[in-house]
């Protein structure tokens, strides 16, 4: 399979929660969400290892995966190892997750690709869990986002700008779904529900092993437009705690193996001018509306090279606006609507926790994502920006 191919693939499934075991018959006895204290439980566990399968059905075609994963969940900074067995097209391609960064290997191709781990990656999914189980049993109320968490899959707004945030359950309802005997295991279910009017949607359903509350089986259903894609993973034969061997996590490179180094680096800023004076090309210039105010502006170097801008208001609501002059090719969504941004021709998209539009001027590409902005005055914000 293809270099860039088999890396998307592969991160995309390092990005999802782990997966799942195949459903049982529904119990009898347990209409109400637990009360027990889901992040202890979940911050219990030290290790896990299984066959991960996971099915992506985008309408056109069902694609099937069969991984080995090992999971560490003991230290501050979790650990992945995970080797493709099936198709055979994919098989012995490895992923590895470490404090050091990820690696990623093509075995059809026989290339690795180094790339620094992301600040955050797997950590607090706890915290996260906690607050799906206490709004189920709440009475579905939506719980507010806490720093650091990342449950849901993150939409990407162009090849290389920023992404809008599905980093809490704010704009879902959580319905308790009772119990299921998943091979084996009792699991809790939970179904996210998107509430809010949007042109992407993202509904989830997790079953939780009853004992450790880690996700045995999820699935995810994308909605834009008229389009669907729909993930699902299960878990088999998994061992909680398992006595893996002290190399469980290492991968050898092969010695004739191509290896690319996907180099980032990030410099924080507290005003623009700053900013400014750390890059080589001209920095936006946006109009925030009333109520935001400036409050961080950062520099990414390396393989993307790119600016930004952020606001947020008394309330917490976030406001930024991006601007990437080298990276991969930002197309954005091909289905959003059209709309001009500056005398060019942008593409604009709302999720249930963010509204987003992106622009190109020539090589350079902009973004604008916010939180709370109706669409008139997101475009004013973008059109602000211009294109320099």
Same mark, same amino acid.
Request: proline fraction near 5%.
């Given at each position: 399979?293809? #270099?860039?191919? /088999? =890396?998307?693939?592969?991160?995309?499934?390092?990005?999802? %929660?782990?997966?799942?075991?195949?459903?049982?018959?529904?119990?009898?006895?347990?209409?109400?969400?637990?009360?027990?204290?889901?992040?202890? #439980?979940?911050? /219990? =566990?030290?290790?896990?290892?299984?066959?991960?399968?996971? %099915?992506?059905?985008s309408g056109n075609a069902t694609n099937v995966t069969r991984s080995l994963v090992r999971v560490d969940l003991s230290g501050d900074r979790h650990r992945r190892y995970e080797r493709v067995l099936s198709p055979a097209s994919r098989a012995g391609d490895v992923a590895v997750l470490d404090a050091s960064g990820m690696v990623l290997y093509d075995a059809d191709e026989n290339t690795v690709t180094h790339a620094p781990r992301t600040a955050g990656f797997g950590e607090n999914w706890s915290a996260y869990l906690q607050r799906v189980v206490s709004a189920a049993r709440d009475g579905g109320d939506v719980a507010e986002p806490s720093d650091g968490v990342s449950p849901l899959p993150v939409v990407p707004t162009t090849g290389s700008g920023p992404s809008i945030p599905e980093d809490a359950i704010e704009g879902f309802e959580v319905e308790y779904l009772g119990t299921r005997t998943v091979d084996g295991r009792t699991a809790h279910g939970f179904e996210l529900t998107a509430v809010s009017e949007a042109t992407l949607t993202i509904d989830q359903t997790l079953w939780l092993d009853s004992q450790y509350y880690y996700p045995l089986q999820t699935s995810h259903r994308f909605d834009y437009g008229n389009r669907t894609i729909e993930t699902r993973t299960r878990l088999e034969n998994v061992t909680f705690d398992p006595d893996l061997p002290s190399g469980a996590f290492d991968f050898d490179v092969p010695e004739n193996a191509t290896v690319t180094?996907?180099?980032?680096?990030?410099?924080?800023?507290?005003?623009?001018?700053?900013?400014?004076?750390?890059?080589?090309?001209?920095?936006?210039?946006?109009?925030?509306?009333?109520?935001?105010e400036f409050e961080e502006a950062r520099y990414v170097g390396g393989n993307v090279t790119q600016a930004s801008l952020q606001y947020v208001t008394a309330d917490g609501e976030q406001l930024t606006v991006t601007k990437t002059t080298a990276g991969p090719d930002a197309r954005g969504f091909a289905s959003g609507e059209n709309v001009t941004v500056a005398g060019r021709t942008g593409q604009y998209v709302t999720t249930p926790r963010a509204a987003f539009v992106s622009w190109s001027c020539g090589d350079t590409h902009y973004?604008?994502?916010?939180?709370?902005?109706?669409?008139?005055?997101?475009?004013?914000?973008?059109?602000?920006?211009?294109c320099e």
């Open positions: 399979m293809g #270099r860039q191919a /088999s =890396l998307a693939v592969v991160v995309t499934v390092l990005l999802a %929660t782990s997966g799942c075991i195949g459903l049982g018959v529904l119990a009898d006895d347990a209409e109400s969400p637990p009360s027990v204290d889901v992040a202890q #439980r979940y911050d /219990s =566990l030290d290790a896990l290892e299984a066959t991960r399968v996971t %099915t992506v059905d180094e996907t180099n980032a680096s990030t410099q924080s800023f507290n005003s623009a001018n700053a900013l400014a004076e750390r890059v080589n090309f001209t920095v936006p210039e946006p109009e925030a509306p009333a109520g935001y973004a604008v994502v916010a939180t709370d902005l109706d669409k008139e005055t997101l475009l004013a914000v973008a059109d602000s920006a211009g």
